[in-house]
C-alpha cells in the first residue's frame, strides 16, 4: 500500500478491522490506528495474493451461480453517523430491491465453510452497518474444487454490539490510550435442526405442488430463454427490442426483461 492508502486506514475502522476487534485483538489494532506499528506488508503473502487476483471471478462466479448482478464493486462506504466507520465493499447486489453485501473470498482447500463464516461474519456485519444493507453473502472459493455461498441476515443484537465496540475502541485512539484486554465477541448462534414435516395431508401443498410440477419444464425454458437473451445484450445497450420483447438496463446495471407493449 502507498504511505497515502495507510494514512487514510489510519483514519477509520474498516471491515478487516472489524474482526480484530471482535477477536479482542484490540491493542495490536490500537498500534497500527496511533501510528507506533505499521500494518502487515501483505505484498509477499501469496494467499492474500491469490484472493485478490481471484476477486473479479469470484464475483463474476456469484452472479452465473445466483442470476443477481454485482454492482458497486470496489466502492467507499461510510457510517451515515460515525464517519471513523467506514469499508472498501467487494459488490452489492440488489435482493428483491434492496441492497445486499457480497463478500469474496478465496480459502485453501481444506478450509470449512463453518469455520470460514465465524472468520469472516464480523467484516460482512461491518460492512452491512456501514451500507444499511440487511443482507450479506460470504462468496467462497474453497481451493480450486469447490465454491460455497453463504447466506448472512442481518443480526440487530449483533450489530449493535459491535457499532458498540467499534465506538469504545475508537475513543481510545482518539484519546491515544492503550485499551485493556478485551474478551472476542462471538457470532450469533444459529438455530437448532430444523423440523422435517411431511405434507401429503395437506390439500392446500397438493395443489400447489401439482401446479409446481406442470409448469416446471416450461418454466426452466422460459430461464434459460432469458439468460440467452440477457447475454445478447451488449456491455454499452441501455435498451434492446424485437419480436415481441424488450430488454432495459436499471441504474443498478442490471438487465430488466419484459414483453413489449
Same mark, same amino acid.
Given at each position: 500500500?502507498?504511505?497515502?492508502?495507510?494514512?487514510?486506514?489510519?483514519?477509520?475502522?474498516?471491515? $478487516? !478491522?472489524?474482526?480484530?476487534?471482535? $477477536?479482542?485483538?484490540?491493542?495490536?489494532?490500537?498500534?497500527?490506528?496511533?501510528?507506533? %506499528?505499521?500494518?502487515? !506488508?501483505? $505484498?509477499?503473502?501469496?494467499?492474500?495474493?491469490?484472493?485478490?487476483?481471484?476477486?473479479?471471478?469470484?464475483? =463474476?462466479?456469484?452472479?452465473? =451461480? =445466483?442470476?443477481?448482478?454485482?454492482?458497486?464493486?470496489? %466502492?467507499?462506504?461510510? /457510517?451515515?453517523? /460515525?464517519?471513523?466507520?467506514?469499508?472498501?465493499?467487494?459488490?452489492?447486489?440488489?435482493?428483491?430491491?434492496?441492497?445486499?453485501?457480497?463478500? *469474496?473470498?478465496?480459502?485453501?482447500?481444506?478450509?470449512?465453510?463453518?469455520?470460514?463464516?465465524?472468520?469472516?461474519?464480523?467484516?460482512? +456485519?461491518?460492512?452491512?452497518?456501514?451500507?444499511?444493507?440487511?443482507?450479506?453473502?460470504?462468496?467462497?472459493?474453497?481451493?480450486?474444487?469447490?465454491?460455497?455461498?453463504?447466506?448472512?441476515?442481518?443480526?440487530?443484537?449483533?450489530?449493535?454490539?459491535?457499532?458498540?465496540?467499534? +465506538?469504545?475502541?475508537?475513543?481510545?485512539?482518539?484519546?491515544?490510550?492503550?485499551?485493556?484486554?478485551?474478551?472476542?465477541?462471538?457470532?450469533?448462534?444459529?438455530? !437448532?435442526?430444523?423440523?422435517?414435516?411431511?405434507?401429503?395431508? $395437506?390439500?392446500?401443498?397438493?395443489?400447489? *405442488?401439482?401446479?409446481?410440477?406442470?409448469?416446471?419444464?416450461?418454466?426452466?425454458?422460459?430461464?434459460?430463454?432469458?439468460?440467452?437473451?440477457?447475454?445478447?445484450?451488449?456491455?454499452?445497450? *441501455?435498451?434492446?427490442?424485437?419480436?415481441?420483447?424488450?430488454?432495459?438496463?436499471?441504474? !443498478?446495471?442490471?438487465?430488466?426483461?419484459?414483453?413489449?407493449?
Amino acid at each position: 500500500m502507498t504511505p497515502e492508502q495507510l494514512a487514510e486506514r489510519r483514519t477509520r475502522i474498516g471491515g $478487516s !478491522d472489524a474482526g480484530k476487534i471482535t $477477536s479482542g485483538l484490540w491493542f495490536e489494532l490500537w498500534c497500527e490506528k496511533t501510528g507506533r %506499528e505499521q500494518p502487515e !506488508d501483505l $505484498s509477499e503473502v501469496l494467499p492474500v495474493q491469490i484472493g485478490i487476483c481471484t476477486e473479479p471471478l469470484n464475483l =463474476t462466479w456469484f452472479e452465473r =451461480t =445466483t442470476g443477481h448482478q454485482v454492482f458497486g464493486r470496489g %466502492e467507499v462506504y461510510r /457510517h451515515p453517523e /460515525h464517519q471513523y466507520i467506514g469499508t472498501t465493499i467487494d459488490g452489492l447486489v440488489l435482493i428483491e430491491g434492496k441492497p445486499a453485501i457480497v463478500q *469474496a473470498k478465496h480459502v485453501n482447500a481444506f478450509a470449512k465453510i463453518e469455520e470460514v463464516e465465524r472468520r469472516y461474519y464480523a467484516q460482512v +456485519a461491518h460492512e452491512m452497518l456501514c451500507t444499511g444493507a440487511m443482507l450479506g453473502f460470504l462468496s467462497v472459493f474453497i481451493g480450486t474444487q469447490r465454491y460455497e455461498i453463504v447466506e448472512i441476515p442481518r443480526d440487530e443484537a449483533y450489530t449493535e454490539t459491535l457499532l458498540s465496540l467499534e +465506538a469504545a475502541f475508537w475513543d481510545y485512539v482518539i484519546r491515544d490510550e492503550p485499551p485493556p484486554q478485551q474478551e472476542p465477541l462471538a457470532i450469533p448462534e444459529k438455530p !437448532d435442526a430444523l423440523r422435517v414435516v411431511e405434507m401429503t395431508g $395437506s390439500n392446500l401443498w397438493a395443489d400447489q *405442488a401439482a401446479a409446481w410440477l406442470q409448469n416446471l419444464g416450461p418454466s426452466r425454458l422460459c430461464e434459460r430463454a432469458a439468460k440467452g437473451l440477457r447475454e445478447l445484450v451488449a456491455p454499452d445497450v *441501455a435498451h434492446a427490442f424485437g419480436h415481441g420483447v424488450e430488454i432495459k438496463r436499471g441504474r !443498478d446495471g442490471r438487465l430488466y426483461l419484459r414483453e413489449a407493449k
